[in-house]
């Protein structure tokens, strides 16, 4: 998937998670205040790519992630706290990268749960056999991840 759809798709998962959205138009007016110009036919794409519902809430139907998919990124948390206190993992910041050092053969795992929690800070992540870089669009959002992989593991 490329940078900016990724980029995109998760300011919708998090939009949609702030507040009630209830159409493709009020979609794509939060997009452009975050800095996404983007046509009606790509964000109906976003939309269905995503799988998201219309549910009530706040008194109206809004688009909503559907449960199955919020149990994942929980799952995916889940995971990625029980990763961090079974085995040794050193964090250290390389730019606007996290390069995550465990034991050999144990990055594919804990990336596979980064990206299964689908944190919308994080662009991407990448597995060799011992370390995991994962990236992010600023140093920023690098930080908050930081602090929240260190309370996980503790």
Known sequence: MEV???????????LVEQRPIRTQQELAAALRERGFRTTQATISRDVAELGLIKAGRSGTQAYAIPPRLREADTSGEDRIRTLLRDMPVEIREA???????????????LAAALDRARWAEVVGSLAGDD???VAFADR???????RRLMELGE
Do not use: C, E, W
């Open 4 to 14: 900016m759809k990724q980029l995109r798709q998760r300011a919708i998962r998090d």
């Open 131 to 133: 370390t995991v870089f």
């Open 140 to 146: 920023g959002a690098l930080g908050r991840v930081r």
């Open 95 to 109: 730019g606007t990268m996290l390069v995550l050092k465990t034991l050999p053969g144990s990055a594919h795992p």
